[in-house]
């Protein structure tokens, strides 16, 4: 594929400009589309990730290359498992138990092992790494979308009226030919005597989902349901 020489894996003047210039490159093709997706962590996140673990290693190599001593992966493990701290914090979950930000977190994580590739010089690694990083965040998320629309289990989230009785609201969702596979009752944040549940359905047969939830908000007693 390419033909790196020698002096390309060794720390100069040559090298360390070449890997920080392909770690903003490679950072910036994945932080474009988590920024373009609307995600906390976007095009400056994945740049500054990338190219500060690639400093990082890079400094661990010119520490053991100048002065022959140290551990040349010991910085490596610290940036991966540096790394949770800011990967947690692109996750929340949101008032109506949502879990977002799983693909941001586990994308820094592979941007920061891209730029430790990049780092020390495994310039093959990092650019085919960059492609199916893009590859899975881009084409795979498409799919991950119509596996969803085509599966036969429902995730909902359910608020009751003041009221409302929840057995009839199940029964009535039974009535529909829905399975209730789980339930769990929660507290709406902005009204603590208010009723919600979160549900996971089971459907006898592949419906179009919008018609489910559709149905279901029809049923008296219930003021506001949504798919999560």
């Known amino acids: 594929m390419f033909d790196f020489s ?59 290359q100048v002065y022959g001593v140290g551990d040349p992966t010991r910085m490596a493990a610290q940036v991966i498992s540096g790394i949770g701290f800011l990967g947690a914090g692109t996750i929340i979950v949101t008032g109506r138990h949502q879990v977002k930000g799983l693909t941001t977190a586990a994308g820094l994580w592979a941007t920061a092992c891209m730029g430790l590739a990049i780092g020390i010089g495994f310039y093959k690694a990092a ?40 057995t009839n609201v199940l029964d009535r969702i039974k009535q529909l030919g829905i399975k209730v596979d789980y339930i769990e009752i929660v507290r709406p944040s902005y009204d603590s005597t208010a009723s919600a549940a979160i549900m996971t359905l089971r459907l006898k047969s592949k419906k179009v989902r919008i018609d489910i939830l559709s149905q279901i ?8 349901v949504e798919e999560i």
Do not use: W
């Open 6 to 64: 020698t002096d390309l894996n060794a720390i100069n003047d040559t090298t360390i400009l070449i890997r920080l210039l392909l770690s903003v490159l490679l950072g910036g093709v994945i932080g474009y589309e988590r920024g373009r997706a609307g995600r906390p962590a976007g095009l400056r996140t994945h740049i500054l990730v990338c190219m500060g673990s690639t400093l990082a290693i890079m400094t661990n190599q010119y520490i053991y």
């Open 217 to 224: 908000s029809l049923i008296d007693g219930v003021e506001f």
């Open 127 to 166: 650019i085919v790494s960059c492609l199916l990083i893009t590859f899975a965040t881009v084409v795979l998320h498409r799919l991950d979308n119509n596996m969803l629309v085509k599966a036969n289990v429902l995730d909902i989230y359910l608020e009751f009226s003041k009221g409302a009785s929840i």
